[in-house]
């Protein structure tokens, strides 16, 4: 029922960009939450930034603040997210989940529903 499908995702140089975008459709939830979520070989996955359905509130882990901006589309069915200034360290691949609750926060526990992920490499 729910599906969320990721894309954008690709090769870049350090201090270049990458607009990754969530498609999410099957829900009709008063309240949720999108959130993006990357992992790296080796390492957990970590919440990387978040948007409230309800109130808009935005959420970015240290690393990307600055860097990268998350946003959604003028017609509500797209969530993305903006990365530029890409460093090596953000390698990884990038999954895009939903939360069914207004605030969820960065735990991935809190996201019930996840997309199959796009892969951002980024070269020195």
């Known amino acids: 029922e729910v599906q969320l499908v990721e894309s954008g995702g690709g090769l870049v140089q350090a201090g270049g960009s990458l607009r990754l975008s969530c498609a999410a459709s099957g829900f009709t939830f008063d309240d949720y939450t999108i959130g993006w979520f990357r992992q790296a070989p080796g390492k957990e996955r970590e919440g990387v930034s978040c948007i409230s359905g309800v109130d808009g509130r935005t959420y970015y882990a240290d690393s990307v603040k600055g860097r990268f901006t998350i946003s959604r589309d003028n017609a509500k069915s797209t969530v993305s997210l903006q990365m530029n200034s890409l460093k090596p360290e953000d390698t990884a691949a990038y999954y895009c989940?939903?939360?069914?609750?207004?605030?969820?926060?960065?735990?991935?526990?809190?996201?019930?529903?996840w997309g199959q992920g796009t892969q951002v490499a980024v070269s020195s």
């Open positions: 989940a939903l939360s069914p609750a207004a605030v969820a926060g960065r735990r991935t526990s809190s996201y019930p529903y």
